[in-house]
């Protein structure tokens, strides 16, 4: 069974009555090419057990299916559980646990999981209004994963993978930068999707750090400092790091030690210059 096609799509959705949820950001694949990009992408091999997210009616499923040791399929929607029950029947290596990712205990799902496989991947089609969340759930944990292979909007994709210097450069790519090396895997045009959505996606894959990229002093008081300066972004410094709770006289000492000028923009700063700011800060106990 074809699940990616748009008359197998129609046909279970009439079968089942089911109808696409936008509050929970329904859009499903129609394009063999990109299914087997994302798969291609996220090195998955019987070795492994996958991870998925948003599995829908099984679109990307199958395919996982058919390259990993064992699949296991988290999907909020219990209808589409259901659904998945008919579409994935002759996958015997797929189990679909009907849960919020954003509640679950990955760590402790990938334990009862494993067994005797040597590899862990997450791998999925992130709803759009959710993204950053579970971006960073999944960056957190110790989950014990190799790679996050996930597909997000376009825009947030670009945010991800960008440097220093970069308009799109933010805070979001410091904290991911701070885990993981992030690598585009394949752009995905919003025709790829059934219903269509607004705006053009792009897969990424996020292969994560054995441990983070720079070592702050205090891993809180680094991501404050992050958070402030990108909060006013258009700002210099010396005015967002105020957001830190910070006075303008001890922001100008301590980048003047650091030998950053006060006029730059946090846009401009590397993970490793942030995390200078952040332990100067800290020794100063401001």
Do not use: H, W
Not at 264 to 280: Q, W
């Amino acid at each position: 069974m074809k699940l990616y096609e748009p008359q197998t799509i129609k046909l279970i959705k009439n079968k089942y009555g089911f109808r696409f949820s936008k509050s929970l950001g329904q859009n499903f694949l129609t394009d063999k090419g990109v299914i087997d990009a994302i798969a291609d992408g996220a090195g998955v091999t019987e070795e492994d057990l996958v991870i998925e997210i948003g599995p829908g009616i099984g679109v990307l499923t199958q395919e996982l299916s058919a390259r990993a040791g064992k699949v296991v399929a988290i999907e909020i929607d219990r209808g589409l559980s259901e659904i998945m029950k008919y579409t994935l029947k002759d996958c015997e290596n797929v189990k679909v646990v009907v849960d919020n990712v954003l509640k679950t205990d990955l760590r402790a799902l990938i334990e009862e999981e494993k067994g005797d496989l040597t590899g862990v991947k997450i791998v999925g089609n992130l709803p759009y209004y959710i993204t950053s969340a579970i971006i960073t759930k999944l960056l957190k944990e110790k989950t014990g994963a190799e790679s996050v292979t996930v597909m997000m909007q376009k825009e947030v994709a670009e945010r991800l993978l960008s440097g220093p210097g970069s308009r799109t450069y933010g805070a979001i790519t410091v904290a991911v930068s701070y885990y993981a090396d992030a690598v585009p895997v394949a752009d995905v045009p919003k025709t790829c999707f059934m219903p269509r959505p607004k705006v053009d996606s792009e897969v990424i894959r996020l292969d994560l750090l054995d441990k983070p990229r720079v070592s702050p002093l205090d891993e809180d008081r680094f991501f404050a400092v992050v958070r402030a300066a990108f909060s006013m972004r258009r700002k210099t410094l010396l005015n967002s790091l105020r957001a830190a709770g910070l006075e303008k006289d001890d922001i100008r000492s301590v980048l003047g030690t650091l030998g950053i000028d006060v006029s730059r923009r946090a846009e401009t700063l590397s993970i490793e210059e942030f995390a200078a700011v952040s332990d100067e800060i800290v020794r100063r106990g401001l």
